[in-house]
């Protein structure tokens, strides 16, 4: 069939990678992969990259008239928050899109409202304040340490540094000022769950696909580093391999244990309102308590990401996973 890939404009990709190295480290990895793995499915694809102009995308849909939009773009005029008003627009001319529908979007890029709704619904996740950009910083006297303070809106790890964890008033007040100078944006601190961080992947939109968990390893990171996802852990390679950061198949992990996030997955995946597919972001205590950390309803799907690198271990080849995500656009 004919599929438009939609993605931001900076990174369209080659039409061949010189190396799997070049492969590895470019920006444009999983929209290259998406696009070849979709032309080898003998698809008829159509790249499209997408910046600040709405023009662009509605002459696309009338001049190429694609049986459905492969959707692989997380900002719109360089804000985040604007993704949901693309698919918005995609639903408001009738044309099938793949991933999530715009309401999921909104709920779960907002992590103050999210964390509302699944406190609603009683399910675990940390508390939180959040310092809203442009007003006056004032610390709770009630506020318990230490805190994970991070963008309200962004994503990918956006502005998450070590100092990101703060143990009294004074270091709140300056990562969260640090922070506004850096994004112009509201901030968000929740109460830091120090333990493992596990990533739970899931597909579908009534029923439900549960992926085996995944978790990060930090294989020779000292004892006083903060076993966080930082945004130096996502992506700087040179630090990776310095601190030996992987992700792979949680260990140690029971039936039991993973019967539990399959079943606080779904209620979260449901209550949020997602489809089409999602990372969910959990942190494990000490005591074995799940709290779920994030909803990632646009997470990477490129081939030996997290998510496909899940899937496979669940039995779903690359193109398989593709396919029936298209299926569930459709």
């Given at each position: 069939m004919k599929i438009l890939v939609l993605m931001h404009e900076d990174l369209l990709p080659p039409e061949r990678a010189e190396d799997e190295l070049e492969l590895a480290r470019a920006p444009w990895k999983t929209e290259f992969e998406v696009v070849q793995a979709l032309r080898q499915l003998k698809h008829e694809v159509q790249p499209l990259g997408l910046k600040d102009d709405l023009g662009v995308l509605r002459k696309a849909l009338f001049s190429e008239t694609p049986r459905i939009v492969f959707n692989l773009l997380e900002e719109?005029?360089?804000?985040?928050?604007?993704?949901?008003?693309?698919?918005?627009?995609?639903?408001?001319?009738?044309?099938k899109y793949t991933g999530c529908n715009p309401r999921g979007l909104l709920l779960a890029r907002d992590k103050a409202l999210c964390k509302k709704i699944l406190k609603y619904h009683r399910l675990p996740t940390p508390d939180f304040l959040v310092f809203?950009?442009?007003?006056?910083?004032?610390?709770?006297?009630?506020?318990?340490?230490?805190?994970?303070?991070?963008?309200?809106?962004?994503?990918?790890?956006?502005?998450?540094?070590?100092?990101?964890?703060?143990?009294?008033?004074?270091?709140?007040?300056?990562?969260?000022?640090?922070?506004?100078?850096?994004?112009?944006?509201?901030?968000?601190?929740?109460?830091?769950?120090?333990?493992?961080?596990?990533?739970?992947?899931?597909?579908?939109?009534?029923?439900?696909?549960?992926?085996?968990?995944?978790?990060?390893?930090?294989?020779?990171?000292?004892?006083?580093?903060?076993?966080?996802?930082?945004?130096?852990?996502?992506?700087d390679f040179n630090y990776r391999e310095k601190l030996g950061i992987r992700t792979g198949p949680a260990k140690p992990w029971?039936?039991?244990?993973?019967?539990?996030?399959?079943?606080?997955?779904?209620?979260?995946?449901?209550?949020?309102?997602l489809s089409g597919y999602a990372r969910l972001d959990w942190r494990l205590n000490s005591s074995g308590q799940l709290f779920l950390l994030e909803a990632n309803p646009n997470p990477d799907i490129g081939d030996n990401e997290d998510f496909a690198s899940s899937a496979q271990k669940a039995g779903?080849?690359?193109?398989?996973?593709?396919?029936?995500?298209?299926?569930?656009?459709?």
């Open positions: 719109f005029a360089g804000e985040a928050v604007f993704d949901q008003h693309i698919v918005s627009y995609l639903e408001l001319n009738r044309v809203r950009y442009g007003r006056a910083l004032r610390v709770p006297k009630t506020i318990k340490y230490p805190l994970f303070v991070k963008a309200l809106f962004e994503e990918a790890s956006l502005g998450i540094t070590q100092s990101s964890v703060v143990a009294n008033d004074r270091e709140l007040k300056q990562r969260v000022e640090e922070l506004f100078e850096k994004i112009q944006g509201d901030v968000i601190a929740e109460e830091y769950v120090e333990g493992r961080e596990l990533y739970l992947s899931i597909l579908g939109n009534d029923r439900l696909q549960v992926f085996p968990a995944w978790e990060l390893f930090f294989d020779k990171a000292s004892e006083r580093t903060p076993l966080i996802a930082t945004e130096k852990v996502k992506w029971t039936d039991s244990q993973q019967t539990q996030i399959t079943r606080l997955g779904k209620r979260v995946y449901r209550a949020l309102g779903l080849s690359y193109k398989q996973l593709l396919k029936k995500i298209i299926q569930l656009g459709l």
